[in-house]
């Protein structure tokens, strides 16, 4: 399982893993997917030889939405032969605006892929003005499969259609290469003291994936010079922490 073959890298990070897995596969039977193993070390991390057939022999891929996906669940997927490409998209563009595709070998690890065709797509700022390759701002589309507008309520169409582009509420930029990187919500950004925004699921992600103690976590700022949090730890990693280094049950906080 996932844990499993994360705790096997030396160092506890699941890219030393993927690099030794993907060293002991056999060379890819279609271009980027590696298909396979050629010996026990797969068995070893309770991954099947062939991890294509354990699902019947017919997977490719498949594609996440909703939720941004993990970038390292993404290579850990891409590694054991089945990609997995993240797609952006919302109910009022009907609903598919990006994806990474095996096509063409568009994907890129953290993106939301290339703009589909033939939409047009531009970032703007604050202003409402367009801004260049790789900064960020709000994500705006056109095209056919933009909504006509909300059911009985024309202030709210007002507001997220404006002159045919829709304002998605979403945050992000176009990369270099065409890639679309999403970043998160306008709505649930948080504000410095300096006025500078930024978008705390990222920062929550990171905290949590890198850390075996915390199973859940809050970021809050209101314009203040500090950016405080709600942590849930995780109990039983706590215990098996504090076991480990023989620490007194009477020296232990409530766990």
Same mark, same amino acid.
């Given at each position: 399982d996932y844990d499993t073959v994360v705790a096997v890298g030396g160092d506890g990070t699941l890219n030393e893993v993927i690099s030794g897995i993907q060293t002991l596969k056999t060379p890819p039977a279609v271009g980027y997917l590696?298909?396979?193993?050629?010996? &026990? $070390? *797969? *068995?070893?991390? @309770?991954?099947?030889?062939d991890p294509v057939q354990a699902f019947g022999g017919h997977l490719e891929f498949f594609v996440g939405g909703g939720a941004l996906l993990d970038a390292e669940l993404q290579r850990f997927f891409y590694a054991i032969g089945i990609p997995m490409f993240q797609g952006y998209g919302l109910s009022e563009a009907t609903p598919v605006i990006s994806t990474n595709s095996p096509k063409h070998h568009w994907h890129r690890f953290g993106s939301s892929g290339k703009i589909l065709i033939p939409l047009d797509l531009k970032i703007l700022d604050e202003a409402g003005r367009e801004v260049p390759r790789g900064q960020?701002?709000?994500?705006?589309?056109?095209? @056919?499969?933009?909504?006509?507008?909300?059911?009985?309520?024309?202030?709210?169409?007002? =507001?997220? !259609?404006? &002159?045919?582009?829709?304002?998605?509420? &979403?945050?992000?930029?176009?990369?270099? %290469? %065409?890639?679309?990187?999403?970043?998160?919500? $306008?709505?649930?950004?948080?504000?410095?003291? %300096?006025?500078?925004?930024?978008? +705390? @699921?990222?920062? =929550?992600?990171? #905290?949590? %994936?890198?850390?075996?103690?915390? &199973?859940?976590? #809050?970021?809050?700022?209101?314009?203040?010079?500090?950016?405080?949090?709600?942590? !849930?730890?995780?109990?039983? *990693?706590?215990?098996?922490?504090?076991?480990?280094?023989?620490? +007194? @049950?009477? =020296?232990?906080?409530?766990?």
């Open positions: 590696p298909q396979g193993s050629t010996n &026990d $070390f *797969a *068995a070893s991390l @309770e991954i099947p030889s960020k701002g709000e994500i705006v589309i056109r095209g @056919e499969n933009v909504m006509a507008g909300y059911w009985k309520n024309p202030t709210a169409t007002a =507001e997220t !259609v404006r &002159d045919g582009w829709l304002h998605t509420g &979403d945050m992000g930029y176009v990369s270099e %290469d %065409d890639f679309l990187y999403v970043l998160g919500r $306008f709505k649930s950004l948080l504000i410095a003291s %300096d006025g500078e925004k930024y978008s +705390p @699921e990222g920062m =929550e992600e990171a #905290i949590v %994936d890198k850390s075996p103690y915390i &199973d859940q976590i #809050i970021i809050h700022n209101n314009q203040s010079p500090f950016t405080g949090a709600i942590v !849930v730890p995780n109990r039983e *990693a706590l215990r098996r922490e504090l076991e480990a280094r023989r620490v +007194p @049950e009477g =020296e232990r906080a409530a766990t």
